[in-house]
């Protein structure tokens, strides 16, 4: 049998190469696959320790705080004004096993106005009278919003201007009509006399809106004569104030510093005291400001009679209606961000005003006249649409003597709120007010936030962004992240830019200060809004840490009664939300801001399990047909001699075990090349190869080739001697000649269904998982995606899914070639009758290329159509590029189909015509 089955392997040479070829390719591509994919999976758990644990394993929440679908809202997170008690925070302290618990207490916003000194006078030098005119602007949204401020007007004159003091007023006395003591006066001494100017508003403006810019206009004057009296400074300048609402938050110095390493990252002055018993609210501000906020002066200069008319004795605030409708030629442009103006207001707080009694809010910046809270943005139906809050008309408080100007507000605030906000104020000026006090600067770069991939995007050292979400809105914002402006109204929050102490905390959580309940989003008996938890010892993936954790987490409930959520092997992830256009040129924009979402690391080590054992389950169906049809095949065409064989009286086992030592002895010179093959696509392909799959190669492919040639072994044993050594007739029930080469070709594929739906399945296997993987990346996100975490992790394990994809894809075009190689074999005598009776090498070899393509058509069709349906199931729709990506992938699959027959096409030309013509 041994010297049979050496023969068979020596004489039939064509055969045997085939098959060699079909289960080499089968085995490298397994091998590779196998290496790719443990490489890929100890890339991914490594990714996935190494980004495991973020800063903090706990978040306790209060217990109306919620969570949808497992995403945990930043902005509620960070809109969330109290809700926990410090006795339940000192609770969650005293838990075995915790090792930090640090509360953060958002406070509220806080105005800080910086103060632009803008220098006029290389343009006041020129000329006689003049009116200068500044249009302040304010930029924001990626600069979509452009919301004008009222104009500041500045009168210059070369003559003298002498300031005549008004008569005193007397504390404590009632003046009424012609008591009225009387205002100071500005005289200018002009050619033609003495004549009153600049003459200020008298009593209050009445129905006062603070952000509406004609009401925001302000009017001075100045003289170029140096012995004016009446200039208040040397140079002509006018000033235009830059207000700034930072968010203020409260904070346990020696937890936070234990979390994060807070005191690590001061970079000037002190860290907040644990205790303080000094005036004033102690602060440790940020030294980077995240606000796009921009503000742009233009600077003209007056046409028309707008000087003459101020000289003449026009009243400033009957002047400045009147400047707005004067001509104004452009002289230049000044640009400031928030940014540029952050570190004056640093200083300020570093310097404060400790003399209460004065009530000059954009001179004194410390001083805390007012704060405010906001609620969350409400998002509305499944698209999550922010819905408009109008201002209820309490939220700015009394306008001191009707001027705007003393009590500066953001111009942002003018556009359309999407949350409510809540005023906390001070309106009397005699009643005492607090102020912030200074006490050092850090940078937020230097805070310790844990892995880059888990940070929670609520935290309080990065700032709040959001990204378009669909074409439109990233071409609108220049593929730019929307950031919060000045307008804490606004769609985005700030993240805290000062942080005090929970004890100071109370000093604004009291009277005199309004509103302070809950109504209005203060609760002084639970001020904490959060609870970071960080458990003792090591926490890992594993299950015994995850218990560990859930049952201290448990304890905190049960402690406290507070929300508590796990965001252990939690990642950013971005949430589609749409926000209505504003009224200033910010156009409605569908966004997508990081929300977090619980469990990803978990969701991707298990998604990769299965990703890979569906990729292994693929690879190993396309080696088995392949290898299969192979053997097959090398039983089929020896379907005479092992007739005759029977014959003879071989027993069916000797002829079970010739047709499976052939198959054996294949399969081992198959596994020898399979694994030279495998390692010298290792290096093209950059995959590591692993010892142990390289080794196990021979032995994959002997049981490969032995279990593949069980069926065919057995079909020999069962088929009847006599039928196999009769010659073939065939009963033609109707006879059709074939008018053109293809419908020959037709003829030929429909003659063998079997083996034709064999290659058909072995190339749609392939091609639907490489259309299937190409969709995924071009129109929508995997399982695993969508999160921070997650998209490292598929850029990670991409290029493993496509050498699957390609090798299957491989291996299918292997197996169409060897099913039409078998084919040209079996029909070996009619290739030679047509090559007899004059066809030439040409039409020979486009019947068989037309083969190929009919079973290359079928295959990729179905395989493109089984990715669009898998596609379907992942996504409610499919878009163009996905039908694009199918017809693509069905014409490559056709094209390859037709490569892959190139070398049985030149087999036509060794075939014996004479020999298979006389054996007919």
């Known amino acids: 049998m041994i010297s049979l089955i050496r023969a068979q392997l020596r004489f039939r040479r064509g055969r045997l190469v085939a098959t060699i070829v079909a289960v080499a390719i089968a085995v490298a591509s397994f091998t590779l696959l196998a ?81 632009i000194t803008v220098d006029l006078t290389e343009y006041a030098d020129q000329g006689g009278r003049q009116v200068l005119k500044l249009r302040p602007t304010y930029a924001g949204d990626r600069g979509l919003s452009s919301i004008p401020d009222g104009s500041k007007y500045l009168y210059v004159t070369p003559n003298n201007l002498e300031y005549v003091p008004g008569e005193p007023w007397v504390d404590g006395k009632m003046y009424t009509g012609a008591d009225i003591p009387k205002s100071p006066e500005v005289h200018e001494h002009g050619p033609n006399g003495i004549t009153a100017v600049c003459e200020g508003q008298t009593g209050y403006y009445e129905n006062v809106k603070p952000l509406a810019p004609e009401d925001r206009t302000e009017a001075h004057c100045w003289s170029r004569d140096p012995a004016s009296s009446a200039n208040t400074v040397k140079r002509a300048q006018v000033e235009v104030l830059f207000p700034i609402p930072l968010l203020l938050a409260a904070v346990d110095p020696a937890q936070e510093a234990k979390l994060d390493r807070l005191d690590g990252a001061v970079t000037s002055g002190a860290y907040l005291p644990e205790s303080d018993q000094s005036a004033g609210i102690p602060v440790l501000a940020s030294g980077r400001l995240d606000l796009d906020q921009q503000l742009r002066i233009e600077i003209e200069r007056l ?19 009147y400047y707005d409708t004067m001509p104004a030629t452009p002289l230049a442009s000044r640009s400031y961000t928030a940014q540029d103006v952050y570190p004056a207001l640093l200083d300020a707080i570093a ?56 009590k ?30 200074g006490v050092g600067v850090y940078d937020p770069a230097k805070v310790q936030l844990g892995p880059q991939l888990s940070r929670p995007p609520f935290d309080l050292y990065a700032g709040a962004e959001a990204t378009g979400a669909d074409a439109a809105a990233r071409k609108v914002l220049g593929d730019r992240a929307l950031q919060p402006t000045t307008d804490f109204a606004g769609p985005l929050g700030q993240r805290p830019h000062l942080l005090t102490t929970l004890s100071a905390l109370a000093k604004l959580q009291r009277a005199p200060y309004e509103n302070l309940d809950a109504e209005h989003g203060v609760n002084k008996d639970a001020p904490i809004s959060m609870v970071r938890v960080r458990v003792a010892g090591d926490v890992g993936i594993d299950a015994f840490s995850q218990e560990r954790v859930r049952a201290i987490a448990d304890q905190i409930h049960l402690a406290t009664g507070l929300r508590v959520d796990l965001v252990s092997g939690s990642s950013a992830a971005g949430v589609a939300e749409q926000l209505p256009a504003g009224q200033f040129g910010r156009p409605a924009l569908a966004v997508r801001e990081n929300w977090l979402r619980l469990g990803v690391a978990t969701t991707i080590v298990s998604a990769l399990d299965r990703k890979s054992l569906v990729l292994a389950i693929l690879v190993l169906i396309a080696c088995a047909l392949a290898v299969g049809n192979a053997a097959s095949a090398a039983v089929r065409t020896r379907a005479t001699e092992l007739g005759v064989l029977a014959c003879l009286g071989w027993a069916r086992w000797r002829l079970f075990a010739l047709v499976t030592g052939e198959s054996v002895t294949v399969g081992a010179v198959a596994g020898l090349l399979g694994t030279i093959l495998a390692l010298a696509l290792s290096r093209l392909l950059g995959v590591s190869l692993g010892a142990d799959y390289a080794l196990l190669a021979i032995p994959a492919a002997l049981l490969l080739s032995g279990l593949a040639a069980l ?23 109707r006879r059709r000649v074939p008018r053109r080469v293809s419908g020959l070709a037709m003829g030929n594929v429909l003659r063998a269904p079997g083996r034709t739906i064999l290659g058909a399945v072995s190339l749609a296997l392939g091609i639907a998982s490489l259309t299937l993987l190409v969709i995924i990346n071009l129109t929508f996100r995997g399982s695993v995606s969508g999160t921070v975490l997650g998209d490292a992790i598929t850029v990670q394990v991409q290029s493993t899914d496509y050498i699957a994809a390609v090798l299957t894809t491989l291996l299918g075009a292997a197996t169409v070639a060897d099913v039409l190689y078998v084919n040209i074999r079996e029909r070996a005598a009619e290739f030679a009758l047509l090559g007899a009776v004059g066809w030439a090498d040409a039409p020979l070899g486009r019947l068989a290329a037309y083969e190929a393509l009919a079973i290359g058509v079928l295959g990729a069709t179905t395989g493109v159509g089984v990715a669009l349906g898998t596609a379907a199931l992942l996504s409610s729709e499919l878009t163009a590029v996905s039908y694009a990506v199918a017809a693509t992938a069905a014409l490559a699959g056709a094209l390859l189909a037709v490569a892959a027959a190139i070398l049985p096409v030149r087999s036509l030309r060794r075939l014996p015509t004479a020999r298979l013509l006389a054996e007919e």
């Not at 973020?54 to 978040?59: E, S």
């Not at 400790?354 to 906001?374: A, F, N």
Request: aromatic residues 6%.
């Open 35 to 115: 290496s790719a994919s443990r490489g890929s999976q100890v890339r991914v758990n490594g990714t996935v320790q190494e980004n495991f644990r973020p800063m903090y394993d706990i978040l306790v929440r209060p217990p109306a705080a919620t969570t949808e679908d497992g995403l945990i809202s930043t902005d509620r997170v960070s809109s969330t004004y109290g809700g926990i008690s410090e006795a339940q925070w000192r609770r969650i302290l005293d838990i075995r096993g915790v090792s930090v618990a640090a509360p953060v207490a958002m406070a509220g916003y806080v105005m800080q106005t910086a103060v």
């Open 351 to 406: 310097h404060p005003v400790t003399d209460l009694s004065r009530y000059v809010p954009h001179e004194g910046t410390s001083v805390v006249g007012e704060w405010w809270t906001t609620s969350p943005m409400t998002l509305s139906g499944p698209g999550r649409t922010a819905d408009v809050v109008p201002y209820s008309g309490s939220e700015w408080g009394k306008v001191p003597h009707g001027m705007p100007a003393a």
């Open 303 to 321: 046409g028309g009679d707008a000087a003459e008319q101020t000289a003449a004795g026009m009243r400033l605030d009957n002047a400045a209606p």
């Open 711 to 733: 069926p065919p072994a057995w079909r020999a044993t069962r088929a009847d001697p006599g039928a196999a050594v009769r010659p073939a007739v065939v009963l033609v029930r």
């Open 408 to 437: 500066p507000l953001p111009m942002g605030l003018a556009d359309d709120p999407v949350r409510a906000i809540a005023r906390h104020g001070v309106d009397e000026p005699k009643q005492p007010r607090t102020f912030l006090r």
